[in-house]
């Protein structure tokens, strides 16, 4: 499976951007889908996730209410809008997936097969 992350942007706070997460190679029916993020000098951070089995969305308490994660299946693709976006939000993010993933390590970063290759966040104050 490969993953192709985009949208990524310079935004100014307040403002909104919206990634997407495309996914090749193979039908990702069956897959959890993460985004993760990491910011200068930070290590990579869980922001939002929506698990195979029974749809449940996670978020990372930072983004909640203001990010929404989900999921287009007949496209293969994964969406994160962001909204209310803060100079804190600057990071790389990234999309991931995983067909084996469990509960208490969802939002683990090495507990996932496939990454995409990451796309720039930069909100000014």
């Known amino acids: 499976v490969q993953l192709q992350a985009s949208g990524g942007g310079l935004v100014q706070a307040g403002d909104s951007l919206r990634l997407s997460c495309a996914a090749s190679?193979?039908?990702?029916?069956?897959?959890?889908w993460s985004w993760f993020r990491q910011g200068p000098g930070k290590e990579r951070e869980f922001v939002a996730g929506?698990?195979?089995?029974?749809?449940?969305?996670y978020y990372a308490d930072s983004v909640k209410g203001r990010f929404t994660i989900s999921r287009a299946s007949a496209e293969n693709t994964v969406n994160l809008q962001m909204n209310s976006l803060r100079p804190e939000d600057t990071a790389v993010y990234y999309c991931?997936?995983?067909?084996?993933?469990?509960?208490?390590?969802?939002?683990?970063?090495?507990?996932?097969?496939?990454w995409g290759q990451g796309t720039q966040v930069t909100v000014s104050s």
């Open positions: 190679g193979r039908t990702v029916s069956g897959y959890s």
């Open positions: 991931a997936a995983s067909r084996t993933i469990i509960l208490s390590s969802f939002r683990v970063p090495s507990a996932y097969e496939y």
């Open positions: 929506i698990r195979w089995s029974g749809g449940r969305i």
